[in-house]
């Protein structure tokens, strides 16, 4: 199950969430704004997200995993608005009976949420500038037409 | 015509000037209110890189909209 | 960089140690004692390890892993004693800057950390008998030979 | 002869009812002092499947033992 917040993410809670005396592997995955994309310095991101639509790909993307790689529990949160150097921007965990399906079902998740929510995120970079990560033609014709 | 509304996420957000805006239009599909924006706000991202959804529901390009549908021009994602 | 030791493992701890304003990734994995294995009911496990042995094996693993799938750091604990059903038996923790590297090395490390490490799993049965995972011709021969 | 301690581990440890003993044996290789091990213990596990380790180093089981040499022998792992 997918949820979307605005608040940090606490990973420690969420791993308790999917606790299961039959579960004998356990895969989590984070992803972390870091400091640096492109050879640009980043400041900080800024997470955009259209959370109606977001929620139910992310219920097809965690059924569709599912059947492939038969887990017990699995969640997953993201988080929206300005973020730090650092701070966890989505969280993904897996627990499974075996490794296997715990490891393949978490990296189908956030493999497929990354390239079909509607989620967009904004490099603020140390220049100044900013850009839309992924947005390339529209960002150079921003450039070219507005200085956003 | 059609009155549409279009709803803008993001980069076209930024675009547009603002995140929501009702047109009257002569269109057919969800392309073609695609373009539509283009001209008024222009863009150069091709639609094939972009999603759309009418009514909160993901369509296709080629899925007409009819009098009063929302439309939302979702630009290239990037989650995670 | 592995460890052993004979307390509960804490993740949360272990997670923060590979905080890194480069990492944009990071996987961990976690093998938790599960109530069933081969159909028997399992109450307890309990790890034996050769730990002299065991942390130069480590330290060769996550060489060929970083070698392998370049990442920021690595960390792996072993627990070792009497565990409970529910309880963390090892953690396995990777950042790097993208997530492909931490997902692949963190998968490799487990994978090779199971097969390679003088560490030995006792499971105690439900019907009151025990047997040593891994080991099924010694097993045997200790079934016919001695009632342990 | 050699003076050869070897050291049990886990399954072969339960077999040999000693986690550690010193004898003197007639042998060349660390296989060798597997089958004298097995002989005195019992153990349908073939080397194959196990790991010997000689002076704290992994060895092979073609690995030539010395007068004074301790040898570990490590059954099937399963870490994890």
Redesign the interface.
């Known amino acids: 199950m997918l949820s979307m917040t605005t608040a940090a993410i606490d ?2 809670a969420l ?1 308790k969430k999917l ?1 299961d ?16 994309n492109d050879g640009h310095t980043v400041l900080r991101l800024e ?4 959370e ?3 929620i139910i ?1 992310g219920d097809k993307i965690f059924a569709e995993a599912k059947r492939e790689f038969p887990f017990l529990h699995a969640l997953c949160v ?1 988080r929206t608005g300005m973020l730090e ?2 701070d966890c ?2 969280w993904v965990g897996v ?1 499974s ?1 075996h ?1 296997d399906e ?2 393949r079902a ?2 189908y998740i ?1 493999d497929e ?10 490099e603020h970079y140390a220049d100044g500038h900013s850009g ?4 390339e ?6 450039r070219a ?2 200085p ?1 | 015509m059609k009155t549409i509304t279009v709803r803008y996420f993001a980069m076209f957000r930024e675009h547009a000037g603002v995140a929501e805006e009702t047109l009257t239009l002569d269109v057919g599909t969800a392309a073609d209110v695609f373009e539509c924006t283009k001209e008024r706000h222009g863009s150069a991202e091709p639609a094939g890189h972009c999603k759309v959804a009418i009514n909160d529901e993901m369509a296709d390009w080629s899925a007409v909209v009819s009098d009063g549908d929302t439309v939302l021009l979702f630009p290239p994602v990037a989650g995670g």
Request: aromatic share 14%; glycine share 10%; charged share 20%.
């Open positions: 990973p420690d791993r606790f005396a039959a579960a004998g592997g356990y895969c989590a995955f984070e992803g972390w704004v870091r400091n640096e997470y955009e997200a259209y109606p639509l977001a790909e993201h150097i650092g921007a989505v627990a009976p490794r715990a490891f978490c990296r956030i949420l990354k390239v079909r929510l509607p989620i967009w995120k904004k839309w990560v992924n947005c033609r529209c960002a150079q014709h921003g037409g507005s956003t």
